[in-house]
């Protein structure tokens, strides 16, 4: 098919040409902007699940909805070790500088940005803040991350409600936000709630990020809707394949498009990397099976060089060894001990290295005592990337 036509999109957060199969999030996120604009109450929203699902495709779902229902909103995406506390100064600011709180509601802006400034006084070669203002004092400076973001989101949402303008705050890879940071999250909707504040957060983040336990998670879910976001059913996978070449008035063959769902398994991501490849494959239309198979082996080049490479290049040598045990096994969940036993050490051992790996998003704890890899199929990556034998299957 004509390379330039190809209507595939294989990439971290790249709008597909169909968005299929998550019709339940976009209602739940336009829910919430509907209810929260009429001053209704709402749990947040925390997307969770494995990379390449289509979290921060539904993210940016979530902003271009946001504005069409007259919000304003700031987007973040953490990383490893970032500084959270700046971070949320720079989009508070953004915020706050860019809706028209000031002429509307002049008093409540300029409040607001006296709190941010007051929020910003403790970061350490934080965000430079040149506000021409004085920082109001006793609110969002007792470095207590919990009850300073709670008075920076209360005086944002008090300029918010009073300007008219209700604001939101979608925040990737949320599973990089420590303790500290998810705890002050929660605290600030609490508060935002329960004084109906036009402030929403929609968040997406790894798996770990619905691992908490006890108080905390029942705490959690009483102010976040976690939502899981898993590989596409099978009727949403065949429409994710086969919607985009039908745009261009191409077709699959069933046996082509039964090839391509066993081998992807619904993951979003691998099927644009395949439908992407058995277009380029394909002399004809229909696309056939024949072309799926040659497709396979492209795309599994191009899975290895990218979406899978740049997880494994973050990895220490010691990590390494504890991810190609896992894939040695076979596939997860995997038991700690199994991984601890086959790396011929003690599970307190290998305590520190899963943590780790954990850490920077390799792995997750899908319940106690078991781990599994944060990206699909990535025991069939290390075992080509370790050279490492098929496990044999009993
Ligand atoms: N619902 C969907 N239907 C079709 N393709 C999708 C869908 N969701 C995501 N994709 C595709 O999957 C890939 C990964 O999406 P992304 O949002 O980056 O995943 P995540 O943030 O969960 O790692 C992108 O190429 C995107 O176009
Ligand atoms: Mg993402």
């Not at 350490?124 to 008075?151: H, M, N, V, W, Y």
């Not at 080049?301 to 045990?325: H, M, P, Q, W, Y």
Request: contains cysteine.
């Amino acid at each position: 098919m004509d390379p330039y036509c190809n209507p595939y999109r294989p990439g971290a957060g790249t709008r597909p040409l169909i968005l299929s199969g998550r019709q339940a999030e976009i209602d739940a996120v336009t829910k919430l902007y509907k209810m929260v604009k009429a001053g209704a109450p709402q749990r947040s929203i925390m997307f969770y699940g494995l990379r390449g699902v289509g979290k921060t495709v539904l993210l940016n779902e979530a902003e271009r909805i946001a504005e069409e229902e007259g919000y304003r909103i700031e987007h973040m995406e953490l990383a490893e070790g970032i500084d959270f506390r700046g971070e949320i100064a720079k989009a508070v600011r953004k915020l706050l500088l860019r809706a028209n709180m000031f002429e509307r509601a002049k008093d409540f802006g300029i409040s607001a940005l006296r709190v941010l400034k007051a929020f910003t006084i403790g970061i350490p070669d934080g965000p430079e803040f040149r506000l021409d203002i004085d920082a109001a004092l006793g609110q969002a400076d007792s470095g207590d991350l919990k009850s300073d973001l709670t008075d920076l989101f209360v005086a944002l949402g008090e300029a918010a409600r009073s300007s008219g303008t209700p604001v939101g705050l979608l925040i990737d890879e949320v599973q990089y936000l420590d303790e500290d940071g998810l705890a002050g999250l929660i605290a600030a909707s609490h508060r935002i709630s329960q004084r109906a504040l036009p402030v929403v957060f929609v968040c997406a983040g790894l798996p770990q990020i619905a691992a908490l336990s006890g108080d905390a998670r029942s705490y959690a879910e009483r102010l976040f809707d976690f939502r899981p976001v898993e590989n596409l059913r099978r009727d949403a996978a065949t429409e994710a394949l086969v919607g985009p070449a039908r745009e261009r008035d191409v077709h699959f063959t069933p046996d082509a498009v039964e090839h391509i769902l066993d081998i992807t398994e619904g993951y979003p991501y691998f099927i644009q990397e395949f439908g992407k490849h058995a277009w380029e494959q394909a002399l004809a239309n229909p696309i056939t099976k024949v072309d799926a198979e040659i497709a396979r082996y492209e795309a599994t080049k191009a899975l290895d060089a990218s979406f899978f490479k740049v997880r494994i290049d973050r990895a220490t040598t010691g990590e390494k060894r504890f991810l190609a045990a896992m894939a040695e096994i076979g596939s997860g969940p995997y038991r700690i001990a199994d991984v601890a036993a086959h790396m011929h050490k003690k599970v307190e051992q290998i305590g520190p290295a899963r943590a780790t790996l954990i850490r920077k998003g390799f792995v997750y704890a899908p319940q106690h005592a078991f781990i599994d890899f944060t990206v699909p199929q990535f025991d069939q990556f290390a075992r080509r990337f370790f050279n490492l034998d098929e496990p044999v299957e009993d």
